[in-house]
């Protein structure tokens, strides 16, 4: 079982980036993709999460109207679209695979920095 968020980089403020969540070892279309992220010297903050059912999505007031999460179950992964990127989204980004949003997730991948500064 693997996941693998990928992407990560430096951006200037107002810049985009695109973090894909690339899922083996089990069946992804039956699972819902959470993203988390964790700051330095911050706890882990549960960014988005999109569900495998009906492919509603949720976010965090932090990146609402900013971030874009959505799934691609016949590549088996999962995508991040950050837009608007402000200092405050520097962090190191991680996908998670679970039963439903809100609740435990099951499978976590490794993460990605993304650093926004100018």
């Known amino acids: 079982v693997q996941l693998q968020a990928s992407g990560g980089g430096s951006v200037q403020p107002g810049g985009s980036l695109r973090l894909p969540c690339a899922a083996s070892?089990?069946?992804?279309?039956?699972?819902?993709i959470g993203w988390f992220r964790q700051a330095p010297g911050k706890e882990r903050e549960e960014v988005s999460c999109?569900?495998?059912?009906?492919?509603?999505?949720y976010y965090a007031d932090s990146v609402k109207g900013r971030f874009t999460t959505s799934r691609d179950d016949a590549k088996r992964t999962g995508f991040l679209q950050m837009n608007s990127l402000k200092p405050e989204d520097t962090a190191v980004y991680y996908c998670?695979?679970?039963?439903?949003?809100?609740?435990?997730?099951?499978?976590w991948g490794q993460g990605t920095l993304v650093t926004v500064s100018s």
């Open positions: 998670a695979a679970g039963a439903r949003c809100g609740m435990t997730f099951t499978y």
């Open positions: 070892g089990f069946t992804v279309d039956l699972y819902d």
């Open positions: 999109i569900s495998h059912r009906d492919g509603r999505t």
